[in-house]
Nanobody, 122 residues
Framework: QVQLVESGGGLVQAGGSLRLSCTAS????????MAWYRQAPGKQRELVAA???????NYADSVKGRFTISRDNAKNTVYLQMNSLKPEDTAVYYC????????????????WGPGTQVTVSS
């Protein structure tokens, strides 16, 4: 059994900052990629940022220069530092992890966290 739990969401004024965290726990063998997605009301879920085990990163154009993704492999944790927040960043933020488990080391599965709300007021 694998679980992902996000934290750090909340309400912030435009121009402010938030730091999201997501920790994976359970029968994890290795985590390949960790990522943050977001879903605003009435919109599709979209990729915000992703990071590999070797710390290669990828960002959505809309957050480049404002958001920074990082991870602590020893803690199975991924972070999203969000600066210069805008009202259009308001969404539920989800983390996911592509990983292998102790029980199935040859197969990669994607697990999702339940999400954390980020609201940016103008």
């Amino acid at each position: 059994q694998v679980q992902l739990v996000e934290s750090g969401g909340g309400l912030v004024q435009a121009g402010g900052s938030l730091r999201l965290s997501c920790t994976a726990s359970g029968s994890i063998f290795s985590i390949k990629v960790m990522a943050w997605y977001r879903q605003a009301p009435g919109k599709q879920r979209e990729l915000v940022a992703a990071i590999t085990s070797g710390s290669n990163t990828n960002y959505a154009d809309s957050v480049k220069g404002r958001f920074t993704i990082s991870r602590d492999n020893a803690k199975n944790t991924v972070y999203l530092q969000m600066n210069s927040l805008k009202p259009e960043d308001t969404a539920v933020y989800y983390c996911n992890a592509d990983l292998t488990t102790v029980q199935a080391m040859g197969a990669v599965f994607r697990y999702w966290g339940p999400g954390t709300q980020v609201t940016v007021s103008s």
